[in-house]
């Protein structure tokens, strides 16, 4: 017979995360209560995250959460409206509103709201047309956003394309909903249409409790000692300088996120799975466990970055009384690992099978408090903490048979995108399928359609051979290896000993009238281009600039941007560029590395120059002294084998690194490319 002594002996044998595990499965069986009839209502911490974002960004349709079914048969839409209502009265978070009284939000839950199907009839429209105007339709339904504080959050519409046919469109905000509540609706509407048809009353069992019984419990309980062991976790876990993804990408990231994406489906086919799932079950692990460490070390092979943080969302529904519930449960977890290049991909796959099994035993703790303890450095442009998402769900049961009628389901893709790159994938008899949703201001569709298929010839290789080293797995095909080594390289072209500079001088000598360079409505000809960079070199040659003498452009995009290029190349030094929203940390660095002599700027920007003693050209402030300058040419100064510029490297991967190009590099580029451009350009 065991004692109390025996016990407390083979609990000090189990490590931290089985320790959690047990104390949350111990939490799992205390039911939470319902709320006292006086108790106010509150968010729980995701709705009141959904409802700051709201706020900051009102309009956005990025959390509208759409599904549709197709419904053949004998369908009669009076039922089915019925059903929609009892769902309506059953789940009282679809019929709550959200609404600010001095900055802070406050929940009206209204007793009872009935919904009316939208419903639009095609029939008469050519048979070919049909479903051209319902996707065009479904599609403007979608993306028109809720209004959280007057409108009810779950709407319906219905197309009837034949007699006997039709879709469904049934939109919520995920204020009130998750992935897990779909699956509740489809289960529920199913119930009781059978149930309506044949007479009977509703066969639903009586909820427990509401969505705003468990946010009222969630806010009672995550304080104090469980509070702070969960934050401790994930304090330890997030320590130090967090890693920002940084793809390669195809167009520049924009200053403010648009939110505005797309897809691209990709299939594993179920033979790679099953050896997957073999694989996973040796390791102790998981499916999603694998095919996460498998995204991993594609955003590694394509970022360089070996420690990356990956979002991916847990069900969050870890009690009996709430696993009937509509609403927002599920939670986002940063699973943060590091790789090493060399790391045969079964180690890596262990290394994440215990990062994740550490996060699930803290997976309590809601995302948006630990963004608010952490307090990372926000950025118009970057979603918090992490760039990227990965998630693998179980299939939805897409399909339900009624009497003389059939319902299938299908989650609908909307055209947005919360972070740059996500994969998003599902588990189904034939194996799995997912998808690719990216920014389309960063991304071009054939892009992600080559990251799609190197994932998958990467899964295909370490399914055949876990063992093989990460930086092993061949992800280009023979076509793809052609193309980079031998076509992109294909760069021979004949290369005057000159610099840039001077056949620059040489066409202004040529065509001094024609126009050189334009921004707007604004333009000069190659004559005011050249003088106005002589001027300005004779005024550099002054400040002793000459030979690989960096001198450092903190401008803005304009003309006299261009004539700054072109009067350090003339005056015989290089450049080293700035942007103008440069950290000032960084910007110190930058300066001292280069070992930069002067900088050129402007009074609007002279402000972002950290503290330096190097000397300044402000150009607005001295236009006069530059104009006075001379505008003839100057002999050269500089040599093909001198430096032209000096660029560095974003950091990812440690400390910025500059690369020197030399003149005769920046020539052989641009003949070549003024070559390549007129060839593509007809």
Not at 67 to 82: H, N
Not at 277 to 282: H, L, N, T
Not at 355 to 383: G, I, W
Not at 466 to 478: A, G, M, Q
Request: net charge negative; aromatic share 8%; glycine share 4%.
């Amino acid at each position: 017979m065991s004692t109390k002594k025996d016990l407390h002996a083979k609990l000090a044998t189990l490590s931290p995360e089985k320790l959690a595990f047990l104390e949350q499965k111990l939490q799992a069986k205390k039911r939470i209560p319902r709320r006292e009839p006086q108790e106010e209502a509150v968010l729980s911490f995701a709705q009141q995250r959904l409802w700051l974002f709201e706020q900051f960004e009102p309009g956005l349709p990025i959390y509208n959460t759409p599904f549709s079914v197709a419904l053949q048969g004998d369908v009669d839409l009076d039922r089915l409206e019925m059903c929609l209502n009892e769902v309506l009265d059953r789940h009282e978070v679809l019929r709550t509103n959200f609404s600010a009284a001095d900055g802070i939000p406050a929940l009206t839950i209204a007793p009872s709201r009935s919904i009316q199907i939208e419903r639009i009839d095609l029939q008469s429209l050519p048979p070919d047309e049909v479903r051209a105007v319902c996707e065009r339709q479904m599609s403007e339904a979608v993306s028109r956003p809720f209004d959280l504080a007057e409108e009810l959050l779950l709407r319906a519409t219905v197309w009837q394309l034949e007699e006997r046919q039709f879709l469904l469109l049934l939109n919520m905000h995920h204020i009130a909903c998750d992935g897990w509540s779909t699956n509740v609706l489809i289960r529920e509407i199913g119930m009781l249409y059978q149930a309506f048809s044949s007479g009977q009353p509703s066969p639903l069992a009586p909820l427990e409790i509401q969505y705003a019984d468990y946010a009222a419990w969630q806010r009672k309980w995550l304080e104090g000692a469980a509070l702070q062991k969960q934050l401790d976790y994930w304090k330890r876990q997030l320590a130090g300088e967090l890693p920002v993804l940084m793809l390669p990408t195809d167009h520049p990231r924009p200053k403010v996120t648009s939110y505005q994406g797309a897809s691209e489906a990709l299939t594993i086919p179920k033979r790679q799975i099953e050896k997957l799932k073999e694989f996973s079950r040796q390791e102790g692990g998981t499916l999603f466990m694998t095919l996460l460490a498998a995204f991993h070390a594609l955003l590694y092979r394509y970022s360089g970055q070996r420690e990356l943080l990956i979002g991916t969302p847990v069900a969050n529904r870890n009690r009996e009384e709430i696993e009937g519930l509509v609403g927002f449960f599920v939670n986002t977890l940063v699973i943060r690992n590091s790789l090493s290049s060399e790391l045969p991909f079964r180690e890596f796959v262990r290394q994440v099978r215990d990062v994740c099994l550490e996060a699930y035993a803290h997976q309590d703790l809601p995302f948006e408090t630990l963004v608010a303890e952490l307090a990372p450095d926000r950025q118009l442009n970057r979603s918090i903490l992490f760039q990227t998402m990965f998630a693998l769900n179980n299939a939805l049961d897409t399909s339900v048979e009624l009497s003389g009628l059939t319902m299938e389901f299908h989650p609908w893709s909307t055209d947005t995108a919360k972070f740059d790159l996500s994969l998003l994938m599902t588990e189904e008899q034939d194996g799995v399928v997912g998808k690719l949703e990216y920014s389309t201001a960063l991304f071009e569709k054939a892009t992600i359609e080559r990251i799609g298929q190197h994932f998958l010839r990467l899964v295909e290789r370490v399914a055949e051979d876990p063992d093989v080293p990460i930086d092993d797995i061949r992800l280009l095909d023979e076509h793809e290896r052609e193309t980079m080594l031998v076509d992109w390289n294909d760069t021979a072209t004949p290369c005057p000993e000159v610099c840039v500079h001077q056949l620059f001088t040489e066409q202004a000598a040529r065509t001094p009238d024609a126009v050189a360079v334009e921004l707007g409505a604004v333009s000069w000809t190659y004559r005011e281009l050249n003088e106005h960079a002589n001027r300005m070199a004779h005024l550099l040659k002054s400040y002793g600039v000459g030979p690989d003498v960096i001198v450092c452009l903190l401008l803005d995009r304009s003309l006299e941007m261009m004539a700054a290029f072109l009067a350090v190349f003339k005056a015989g030094g290089a450049y080293l560029p700035l942007d103008p929203s440069t950290p000032p940390e960084r910007m110190s660095f930058l300066l001292q590395d280069a070992g930069a002599m002067l900088v050129l700027t402007t009074s609007s920007l002279r402000d972002r120059m950290p503290e330096s003693d190097l000397p300044q050209i402000v150009l607005d402030e001295q236009a006069d002294l530059i104009a006075g300058q001379r505008a003839d040419n100057l002999a050269p100064a500089a040599e093909p084998k001198n430096l032209a510029y000096l660029i560095y490297t974003s950091g990812s991967t440690g400390q910025p690194k500059g690369t020197m190009i030399e003149h005769r590099g920046l020539t052989n580029y641009l003949l070549w490319a003024v070559d390549a451009y007129r060839l593509q350009g007809g």
